[in-house]
């Protein structure tokens, strides 16, 4: 799938009257041959890195050679995990779509699935339904800067359009990073940050919460070293993502720097069952989060219901 | 000045000392009431109290805890009251209870049952109360019942007519309606071989839907939204849409209910099934009330036995096993 | 020129015989206090008075059905790691129902689009509901006089109501009047059972629809109401007194011909087990409840609003403004609460006139 799924959508007419339903003609008809969207593509477990004490990241392979190699997504799409008999959780595909040679996804454990899932090992096998949603709009960002604001393990959603950017670096204007934990053994993906931090094209801010021994970067709030940073909103993006708490206040710290709804972006988190928009679970208003997002931007945030 | 009168003025003369005073309105059809949210004396006018107040407004005291409120208690309501603080699970000063004698109340599925074959319930356009009957409008006919005919179950066995607890009571206390065992009628059923008493249950239950109406319309059914019905983690029920797991989940809300049931009935007349999960909770009771002398709800003050512990209960004589 | 045929109620049991030859035929059946769809037996006369409890939507859309089994099994050559192994089931049997109400037939019409993928222009589709959609008969029959709590007429529905149906069956005196409608109530009318339609049933009929839909009153203007919803929103004195007696229970959903959400669990017995599609409701309060504890719709104000505003306004907004409610009142009448959907729309309505002045 090269293009995200892009829905056709009618206004609904403002004084209906009763409408009858669809005519006989649209009636579904089962077509053999369509696929099975609740089954899952089997992978093995190519890796497992321990990111911190609570963060595992698996590194995957699809056990079809075949489907591996015509594997392709867009960077900020997710997929379900599904750990047989304990259930399935979503997941964003955090290896870039620039980098093919396994799919990456981080799991916070949380919940008894994904405790189950930090059970894995290297040459376990697991389900993967993906890629599934939508993903970051990249091409209208192409020539602007980029200020990407993480925070925990909400680094995963941006790690894989990061990674793509800069894998296509000479596309987008100045890239910037803040990304913050806690603390420093909160810091997922430290097998990147050497890398992020010494890049001369990519400005990379990392913060944590309160001093800690032998820490040698910034300390302090996201939102707060964001104001010290002080990105410029004229023709810049900002892409944001981590806990709720984080995200209400770096939202009202890009608004004071003067960043439009339209330039800023954030992905959703929403309990998902099908992840196909059909079981009814992750509705905001109109707006299902398993296949209209999980980006949105925030000017679209701003036009439905406010039930976060 | 009628019963609904003398109600109306104690609700009215409550009212600003709390803040909402649960009682009853008429329903989405005439034959059937609905439970009451009572702020303003506009409100209070549709206050409807009587044979169709069947709702158990004590279902929603837990949730007001922290402010003021006030209820109108049927006898069987008083008993849910009674068992929510003696469980403390309400305070007593919050609660203003204003107690009359209950009639008896309707029970819809009598009514559908009286009906069957001629006419639907539900097209019911009017009805008029009489003292001994209701006359039921339909477009084609008019067809009058007894009240005792459609009257729930548990108001021909009712021991506790007049609200057991309250602050205010209004009208004259009523006799009640038997003096006896009112668990009697569960011999015959009890007597059934094993066998068959499971295959009652298994086509009973084979209706379920899994709505958890039971559930949630038992005013005594504490842990609301972690429920061992739904809890993946323990999983003690899966989702299979089998007899097993309908009949298991009803054992569990019945055993976390002994000792601890009044008997309201209101699990059984939620049900949109028409399962007679009721039954069940009353068998429970009945061994409950015998091993520990003990009824549920009729003693605020009382322990409930398994809540407790106790070295020697006075009907459990264990030494002599 | 579509089939019209006629069978007398008492040849009905012979007539779904024939048809259980090759298919479950359902059809309603009292059972204790409540009406249920149930596969018919030998020599069953259907209830044809008391209208079902239950909507006949569970047997397109089973309360709970296996999506595929999976099996892990210890490997050797894989060096002690599990080799798992799904296996889909299969596919499922071809099914009649019978003397399904209108407003029952019409629901499905509310999860076709969704079952067929519209939110993902048809990219991912649910092939558990349309096979089983494609091989269900569905005979409706005209409702005879409105419940005090039927609505059909307020979303486009009616007594006589064709949307969906495969045959469309109609009283006449001692009998039904039966039009096929599609391929599939063709095939269904091709018995030697029925016989040939008069001219007298074809004009009963007619007289006996008539009826029904004068029986009915006058449909409020409800075009108003996807955006009221919307504007209440953040209203919550609004919902928390509309939901002030809901119980949070699924009765209203599960009765729902058109509420068509569901949950998907894995029961397993250790090494082997089954993934679970199972009916769920966005009454309960687990519904929404994320691993990490947070509830975006917490208390039962929020899930009500949810399910009113999702077949009042949110389901129109992405369906050309049809409503996802059938009208069929089971909600309203099987409520242990007795909340009533009509008034919680006309209550909309009001609040938001009442503030534009």
């Given at each position: 799938?090269?293009?995200?799924?892009?829905?056709?959508?009618?206004?609904?007419?403002?004084?209906?009257?009763?409408?009858?339903?669809?005519?006989a003609e649209q009636l579904p008809a089962y077509r053999p041959g369509t696929p099975n969207a609740y089954l899952p593509m089997l992978a093995?477990?190519?890796?497992?890195?321990?990111?911190?004490?609570?963060?595992?990241?698996?590194?995957?392979?699809?056990?079809?050679?075949?489907?591996?190699?015509?594997?392709?997504?867009?960077?900020?799409?997710?997929?379900?995990?599904?750990?047989?008999?304990?259930?399935?959780?979503?997941?964003?595909?955090?290896?870039?779509?620039?980098?093919?040679?396994?799919?990456?996804?981080?799991?916070?454990?949380?919940?008894?699935?994904?405790?189950?899932?930090?059970?894995?090992?290297?040459?376990?096998?697991?389900?993967?339904?993906?890629?599934?949603?939508?993903?970051?709009?990249?091409?209208?960002?192409?020539?602007?800067?980029?200020?990407?604001?993480?925070?925990?393990?909400?680094?995963?959603?941006?790690?894989?359009?990061?990674?793509?950017?800069?894998?296509?670096?000479?596309?987008?204007?100045?890239?910037?990073?803040?990304?913050?934990?806690?603390?420093?053994?909160?810091?997922?993906?430290?097998?990147?940050?050497?890398?992020?931090?010494?890049?001369?094209?990519?400005?990379?801010?990392?913060?944590?919460?309160?001093?800690a021994e032998g820490w040698q970067h910034k300390v302090g709030l996201i939102p707060n070293v964001l104001l010290e940073m002080a990105p410029?909103?004229?023709?810049?993006?900002?892409?944001?993502?981590?806990?709720?708490?984080?995200?209400?206040?770096?939202?009202?710290?890009?608004?004071?720097?003067?960043?439009?709804?339209?330039?800023?972006?954030?992905?959703?988190?929403?309990?998902?069952?099908?992840?196909?928009?059909?079981?009814?679970?992750?509705?905001?208003?109109?707006?299902?989060?398993?296949?209209?997002?999980?980006?949105?931007?925030?000017?679209?945030?701003?036009?439905?219901?406010?039930?976060? | 000045?009628?019963?609904?009168?003398?109600?109306?003025?104690?609700?009215?003369?409550?009212?600003?000392?709390?803040?909402?005073?649960?009682?009853?309105?008429?329903?989405?059809?005439?034959?059937?009431?609905?439970?009451?949210?009572?702020?303003?004396?506009?409100?209070?006018?549709?206050?409807?109290?009587?044979?169709?107040?069947?709702?158990?407004?004590?279902?929603?005291?837990?949730?007001?805890?922290?402010?003021?409120?006030?209820?109108?208690?049927?006898?069987?309501?008083?008993?849910?009251?009674?068992?929510?603080?003696?469980?403390?699970?309400?305070?007593?000063?919050?609660?203003?209870?204003?107690?009359?004698?209950?009639?008896?109340?309707?029970?819809?599925?009598?009514?559908?049952?009286?009906?069957?074959?001629?006419?639907?319930?539900?097209?019911?356009?009017?009805?008029?109360?009489?003292?001994?009957?209701?006359?039921?409008?339909?477009?084609?006919?008019?067809?009058s019942l007894k009240k005792t005919d459609v009257m729930a179950d548990k108001c021909s066995r009712c021991l506790y007519p007049n609200a057991?607890?309250?602050?205010?009571?209004?009208?004259?206390?009523?006799?009640?309606?038997?003096?006896?065992?009112?668990?009697?009628?569960?011999?015959?059923?009890?007597?059934?071989?094993?066998?068959?008493?499971?295959?009652?249950?298994?086509?009973?239950?084979?209706?379920?839907?899994?709505?958890?109406?039971?559930?949630?319309?038992?005013?005594?059914?504490?842990?609301?939204?972690?429920?061992?019905?739904?809890?993946?983690?323990?999983?003690?029920?899966?989702?299979?849409?089998?007899?097993?797991?309908?009949?298991?989940?009803?054992?569990?809300?019945?055993?976390?209910?002994?000792?601890?049931?009044?008997?309201?009935?209101?699990?059984?007349?939620?049900?949109?099934?028409?399962?007679?999960?009721?039954?069940?909770?009353?068998?429970?009771?009945?061994?409950?009330?015998?091993?520990?002398?003990?009824?549920?709800?009729?003693?605020?003050?009382?322990?409930?036995?398994?809540?407790?512990?106790?070295?020697?209960?006075?009907?459990?004589?264990?030494?002599?096993? | 020129?579509?089939?019209?045929?006629?069978?007398?109620?008492?040849?009905?049991?012979?007539?779904?015989?024939?048809?259980?030859?090759?298919?479950?035929?359902?059809?309603?059946?009292?059972?204790?206090?409540?009406?249920?769809?149930?596969?018919?037996?030998?020599?069953?006369?259907?209830?044809?008075?008391?209208?079902?409890?239950?909507?006949?939507?569970?047997?397109?859309?089973?309360?709970?059905?296996?999506?595929?089994?999976?099996?892990?099994?210890?490997?050797?050559?894989?060096?002690?790691?599990?080799?798992?192994?799904?296996?889909?089931?299969?596919?499922?049997?071809?099914?009649?129902?019978?003397?399904?109400?209108?407003?029952?037939?019409?629901?499905?019409?509310?999860?076709?689009?969704?079952?067929?993928?519209?939110?993902?222009?048809?990219?991912?589709?649910?092939?558990?509901?349309?096979?089983?959609?494609?091989?269900?008969?569905?005979?409706?029959?005209?409702?005879?006089?409105?419940?005090?709590?039927?609505?059909?007429?307020?979303?486009?529905?009616?007594?006589?109501?064709?949307?969906?149906?495969?045959?469309?069956?109609?009283?006449?005196?001692?009998?039904?009047?039966?039009?096929?409608?599609?391929?599939?109530?063709?095939?269904?009318?091709?018995?030697?059972?029925?016989?040939?339609?008069?001219?007298?049933?074809?004009?009963?009929?007619?007289?006996?629809?008539?009826?029904?839909?004068?029986?009915?009153?006058?449909?409020?203007?409800?075009?108003?109401?996807?955006?009221?919803?919307?504007?209440?929103?953040?209203?919550?004195?609004?919902?928390?007194?509309?939901?002030?007696?809901?119980?949070?229970?699924?009765?209203?959903?599960?009765?729902?011909?058109?509420?068509?959400?569901?949950?998907?669990?894995?029961?397993?017995?250790?090494?082997?087990?089954?993934?679970?599609?199972?009916?769920?409701?966005?009454?309960?309060?687990?519904?929404?409840?994320?691993?990490?504890?947070?509830?975006?719709?917490?208390?039962?104000?929020?899930?009500?609003?949810?399910?009113?505003?999702?077949?009042?306004?949110?389901?129109?907004?992405?369906?050309?403004?049809?409503?996802?409610?059938?009208?069929?009142?089971?909600?309203?009448?099987?409520?242990?609460?007795?909340?009533?959907?009509?008034?919680?729309?006309?209550?909309?309505?009001?609040?938001?006139?009442?503030?534009?002045?």
């Open positions: 799938m090269a293009e995200p799924t892009k829905k056709s959508k009618k206004a609904a007419p403002k004084n209906a009257v009763p409408k009858s339903a669809a005519p093995t477990v190519v890796e497992v890195v321990t990111e911190t004490h609570n963060i595992k990241t698996f590194r995957l392979v699809l056990n079809d050679a075949e489907l591996m190699g015509k594997f392709s997504f867009r960077a900020g799409q997710v997929g379900q995990l599904s750990m047989l008999g304990v259930g399935e959780s979503t997941f964003v595909i955090n290896s870039p779509p620039t980098r093919k040679e396994y799919l990456q996804f981080s799991v916070m454990r949380a919940g008894e699935n994904t405790s189950a899932l930090h059970t894995l090992q290297a040459g376990d096998t697991i389900g993967v339904r993906a890629p599934l949603g939508n993903s970051f709009p990249y091409e209208s960002m192409q020539g602007k800067d980029i200020i990407f604001v993480g925070g925990g393990i909400g680094m995963a959603p941006l790690r894989t359009l990061l990674l793509f950017m800069l894998d296509n670096r000479k596309d987008y204007g100045k890239i910037s990073l803040l990304y913050g934990a806690r603390s420093p053994q909160d810091m997922a993906f430290s097998a990147d940050l050497p890398e992020w931090t010494g890049r001369k094209d990519l400005d990379c801010v990392l913060t944590i919460d309160r001093e410029k909103p004229e023709n810049c993006v900002a892409i944001t993502c981590g806990p709720p708490i984080m995200i209400k206040f770096t939202l009202q710290a890009l608004e004071k720097l003067g960043f439009k709804p339209e330039q800023i972006y954030t992905t959703l988190e929403r309990r998902m069952k099908c992840g196909v928009g059909i079981c009814g679970r992750c509705n905001i208003g109109e707006k299902y989060v398993c296949i209209d997002g999980p980006v949105f931007s925030l000017a679209e945030l701003k036009g439905i219901p406010n039930e976060l | 000045m009628s019963l609904h009168t003398e109600l109306q003025t104690a609700i009215k003369a409550i009212l600003p000392d709390v803040s909402c005073v649960i009682g009853w309105s008429g329903g989405p059809d005439a034959l059937r009431g609905a439970p009451l949210f009572m702020r303003s004396e506009d409100d209070v006018n549709n206050f409807s109290g009587g044979f169709f107040a069947v709702n158990n407004p004590a279902l929603y005291l837990p949730e007001y805890k922290g402010s003021k409120v006030a209820v109108v208690a049927k006898g069987c309501d008083s008993r849910s009251i009674g068992q929510l603080l003696a469980e403390k699970l309400i305070n007593r000063e919050e609660i203003h209870i204003i107690g009359f004698p209950c009639q008896g109340v309707i029970d819809n599925a009598k009514v559908v049952a009286a009906l069957a074959g001629k006419v639907e319930a539900g097209q019911v356009t009017a009805v008029e109360e009489t003292d001994e009957t209701i006359e039921l409008s339909f477009p084609d006919q008019t067809i057991l607890i309250s602050d205010t009571f209004v009208g004259e206390k009523r006799e009640p309606a038997i003096t006896e065992d009112p668990y009697a009628d569960l011999a015959a059923f009890e007597a059934l071989p094993l066998e068959e008493r499971q295959a009652f249950w298994e086509k009973e239950m084979s209706r379920c839907i899994r709505c958890y109406a039971c559930r949630n319309a038992c005013p005594l059914c504490v842990c609301r939204d972690h429920c061992a019905a739904e809890s993946r983690n323990p999983e003690w029920v899966t989702q299979a849409d089998g007899v097993r797991e309908k009949l298991f989940f009803q054992i569990i809300h019945a055993s976390h209910l002994a000792g601890r049931c009044t008997g309201c009935g209101e699990c059984q007349r939620a049900c949109p099934m028409g399962i007679p999960v009721l039954l069940l909770k009353r068998s429970l009771s009945r061994r409950t009330e015998e091993l520990f002398a003990y009824r549920a709800g009729v003693d605020a003050e009382a322990t409930p036995p398994l809540l407790t512990f106790t070295l020697e209960e006075p009907r459990i004589q264990e030494r002599e096993w | 020129m579509a089939t019209q045929k006629y069978i007398a109620f008492a040849d009905i049991p012979a007539w779904l015989e024939e048809l259980s030859a090759a298919q479950t035929v359902y059809a309603p059946r009292r059972e204790g206090k409540a009406v249920v769809y149930r596969p018919w037996q030998k020599g069953e006369q259907p209830e044809l008075v008391e209208r079902p409890t239950e909507s006949a939507k569970h047997i397109v859309f089973p309360r709970a059905e296996e999506l595929f089994r999976f099996n892990y099994q210890q490997a050797p050559e894989t060096g002690g790691s599990k080799k798992l192994s799904l296996a889909e089931p299969a596919d499922p049997a071809p099914a009649v129902v019978f003397a399904a109400l209108p407003c029952d037939t019409r629901g499905f019409l509310f999860f076709d689009p969704v079952y067929s993928g519209s939110g993902t222009n048809g990219k991912f589709q649910d092939i558990y509901y349309l096979k089983r959609r494609a091989c269900t008969t569905l005979i409706t029959r005209t409702c005879r006089a409105p419940l005090a709590t039927c609505f059909c007429n307020w979303t486009g529905g009616g007594p006589a109501n064709r949307e969906g149906a495969d045959v469309l069956s109609t009283d006449v005196e001692g009998g039904l009047f039966l039009e096929a409608l599609t391929e599939k109530g063709e095939a269904v009318l091709k018995s030697a059972a029925l016989s040939p339609a008069t001219e007298a049933h074809i004009s009963a009929a007619q007289s006996s629809r008539d009826k029904a839909a004068r029986s009915m009153g006058d449909a409020p203007d409800l075009g108003r109401t996807p955006p009221a919803l919307i504007s209440l929103f953040e209203n919550l004195d609004f919902w928390r007194e509309q939901s002030a007696g809901c119980l949070s229970c699924g009765a209203c959903t599960y009765l729902c011909p058109t509420c068509y959400c569901f949950n998907i669990t894995d029961e397993s017995n250790g090494i082997s087990g089954v993934r679970l599609r199972s009916w769920d409701a966005c009454m309960f309060a687990l519904f929404t409840l994320e691993a990490s504890g947070h509830n975006p719709r917490n208390g039962r104000a929020a899930r009500l609003r949810n399910r009113v505003g999702h077949k009042f306004s949110y389901y129109p907004g992405l369906h050309e403004g049809r409503f996802s409610c059938c009208g069929c009142g089971r909600c309203i009448k099987s409520c242990p609460s007795s909340i009533d959907i009509r008034r919680i729309v006309q209550n909309a309505l009001a609040a938001t006139e009442a503030s534009r002045g």
